[in-house]
């Protein structure tokens, strides 16, 4: 039972043609990037093959067209998770654009951005909360800005289930806080986060909200206005589309207060020798030559999954992750990372197979062409807390289907008995 059509979804992805090792090719990396259906691979050559050029910038047909494509681009991105135009920013990445929050709140803390941007300068004492489940994508850059600025960073912690301890939560944001940077869904855990409710608990102390929807952006529908959060990040690659392109979102308000962090070409009104004046956002954080093709075969990606319809992906992607955990929890010597019922989840598993590392799993799983991710998954203060150093990651996108995920779990019934594990 699956609400979208796999056979046909399958076909539109050339990769998952290809055999490995001699097997049909089960891709459960999705996680880390996702395969490419051919209106993206399209989108992106027709761009360089008839319209390359420079935005913004030439007065010929070429470049005129170009810019078009590009801001349309933005159009169709801003518009997908829920945004206006001008509340998108392109970065190469989630990364890139968490990094360019932090150092621009680190610049309005060196007094850049006048009187506008006082509102983001942190003081010594100040606290910047994060959870002890994030990617270290959005935890080293909080690391990085407490240390230029003196403020100190929080954690809210993990449950034994994988689920945020709220209740602790609620006392770690305080009138201390400026900042509480979340991210929307594990990348280990899968388990999609109480966004409102964290999102109320900054609100009421007056902190900024940073959204990591890396992992909730390919999988869920978004209206970030709605959910009310400050600024959110995602990456292109993950979500059908090109790498090098991603997004940062932020309300227009706060974007045009904050100081930027990347300067130089397109991103000013007048320059002089001595001084510069920023345009308004988005241009003021896009310094420089962006990625233009990967921007248009990333809106071609969004079309693609507006196209199948958000709550359609979810439901399946659901579907598929409830086969995985089944599947998974009665074989001897495996546990399931975050195995819980009580939050809602995206198409994602992580676990541990006792005696057994996780490479060793991996290789064992890709010599039967079934493609996971182990090891820390960037989000080793996680694993941590679980007692690991390293986990095995299923992870599905609109293209899985559930033969994919049954292969999954037969290789993994037999990794004990391949490895010698007995007990
Ligand atoms: N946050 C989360 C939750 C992620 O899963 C990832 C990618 N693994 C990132 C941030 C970083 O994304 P990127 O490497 O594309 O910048």
């Not at 320059?271 to 003021?284: E, F, M």
Request: glycine fraction near 10%; proline fraction near 5%; include cysteine.
């Amino acid at each position: 039972e699956t609400a979208l059509d796999i056979e046909a979804i399958r076909a539109d992805f050339p990769l998952l043609a290809h055999e490995v090792n001699g097997h049909p090719l089960a891709y459960l990396d999705s996680g880390a990037t996702s395969q490419k259906p051919q209106a993206v691979i399209d989108a992106e050559v027709a761009f360089l093959t008839n319209t390359n050029s420079a935005v913004h910038r030439g007065a010929h047909t070429l470049a005129a067209e170009a810019t078009d494509l590009f801001e349309d681009a933005r159009s169709t991105v801003a518009g997908f998770v829920g945004a206006a135009d001008d509340e998108l920013v392109w970065t190469s990445g989630a990364t890139a654009g968490i990094n360019l929050l932090a150092y621009s709140i680190g610049n309005a803390t060196l007094g850049r951005g006048g009187e506008a941007a006082r509102r983001f300068a942190l003081r010594p004492g100040d606290t910047i909360v994060t959870t002890e489940s994030e990617h270290h994508a959005n935890l080293i850059p909080w690391q990085e800005l407490a240390a230029r600025t003196g403020a100190t960073l929080r954690h809210i912690p993990v449950l034994d289930d994988g689920r945020l301890d709220m209740d602790a939560a609620a006392t770690l944001v305080d009138d201390s806080t400026r900042i509480l940077a979340f991210t929307h869904v594990s990348n280990v855990l899968g388990i999609i986060n109480p966004v409102e409710d964290l999102i109320a608990l900054a609100q009421r102390v007056g902190a900024l909200t940073v959204l990591d929807a890396c992992q909730s952006a390919p999988h869920v529908a978004l209206d970030l206005p709605a959910l009310g959060v400050d600024f959110a990040v995602f990456s292109g690659h993950k979500m059908l589309g090109p790498y090098g392109i991603g997004g940062l979102y932020g309300r227009s308000e706060l974007l045009n207060a904050l100081p930027p962090f990347l300067t130089g070409g397109s991103m000013i009104t007048t320059v002089t020798l001595d001084h510069a004046d920023y345009l308004p956002a988005p241009q003021r954080f896009e310094a420089g030559t962006q990625p233009v093709s990967q921007a248009v075969a990333l809106a071609a990606a969004v079309d693609y999954l507006t196209g199948l319809g958000m709550p359609a992906v979810h439901a399946h992607e659901v579907m598929l992750e409830k086969r995985m955990r089944e599947g998974l929890r009665p074989i001897p010597g495996i546990r399931l990372l975050g195995d819980t019922d009580l939050a809602p989840r995206v198409g994602l598993a992580s676990f541990v197979v006792d005696g057994v590392h996780a490479h060793d799993v991996g290789q064992f799983l890709d010599a039967q062409g079934v493609a996971v991710r182990v090891g820390h998954h960037c989000a080793q203060p996680l694993h941590r807390r679980f007692g690991v150093t390293a986990s095995v990651r299923a992870s599905a996108s609109v293209y899985t289907s559930t033969e994919d995920v049954d292969r999954m779990i037969d290789a993994v019934s037999g990794v004990r008995a391949f490895f010698g594990v007995t007990s």
